[in-house]
């Protein structure tokens, strides 16, 4: 069957560090990735898009890799601050021009 | 420019009752789509709208209908309300360029099915 995996489990990281967010999928072929950010009450904010045959993708203190041979993703933020906390959703662009999303995981960075 | 604006804000209903779900976008865009999200299962699309005109069935349609009103405005119904539609709904449009969607979504709509 077809899934979307991110860390269930909230992810603590003290402020300063890097945080990093794993984004799983099983059979698919998606020919973009992308990552969202969601604050309680309140919709989802686009952040970054990598396509397939990228590997890297940067903007400001977010980097996001992309291997398709693994089927993963990685959402690093570097220098983490705590206005960073927040649930992050990654979104696969499948072949039939919709958008499949992960649950999503919370990220809470600690002052 | 106000993006996708959703009404109402918040909603409580009883079970059986009806209500419809609006949503206004005033970026031009040509898709539009309603979600729900729910607790531990993550958004869910219910139907999309790829022009006007046009609807189709998204992941969980069942007990919702659809009405793409004009290129603005997206509603969704519920005919016939059950707590199990108890959930926070959204309405986004896509941006497409390249091939590569990005969504953008309105602040949703908190709904209470007793």
């Known amino acids: 069957s077809q899934k979307i995996e991110q860390n269930s489990e909230a992810l603590n990281i003290q402020e300063g560090k890097t945080a990093t967010l794993t984004c799983n999928y099983t059979n698919y072929s998606p020919a973009y990735l992308q990552w969202y950010r969601q604050d309680p009450g309140r919709g989802p904010v686009f952040l970054l898009l990598?396509?397939?045959?990228?590997k890297e993708k940067r903007k400001e203190r977010l980097k996001v890799t992309f291997d398709t041979t693994l089927k993963q993703s990685l959402f690093h933020i570097t220098a983490s601050q705590p206005a960073d906390s927040a649930t992050y959703l990654c979104a696969l662009g499948v072949r039939d021009d919709k958008i499949i999303f992960g649950k999503g995981t919370r990220l809470h960075i600690l002052p | 420019n106000a993006g996708v604006t959703q009404t109402p804000k918040f909603q409580v209903l009883k079970t059986g009752q009806s209500m419809t779900l609006q949503c206004a976008q005033d970026m031009n865009h040509n898709s539009m789509y309603w979600y729900r999200q729910d607790p531990g299962m993550g958004l869910r699309l219910i139907y999309y709208s790829a022009s006007e005109g046009t609807t189709d069935k998204g992941e969980v349609p069942n007990g919702y209908n659809v009405s793409r009103l004009n290129k603005r405005e997206f509603s969704l119904r519920l005919e016939s309300a059950a707590p199990s539609q108890t959930s926070v709904y959204f309405c986004?449009?896509?941006?497409?360029?390249?091939?590569?969607?990005?969504?953008?979504f309105g602040p949703g709509t908190r709904l209470l099915v007793l």
């Open positions: 990598i396509r397939e045959n990228e």
């Open positions: 986004a449009t896509t941006q497409l360029a390249g091939g590569q969607e990005t969504q953008y």
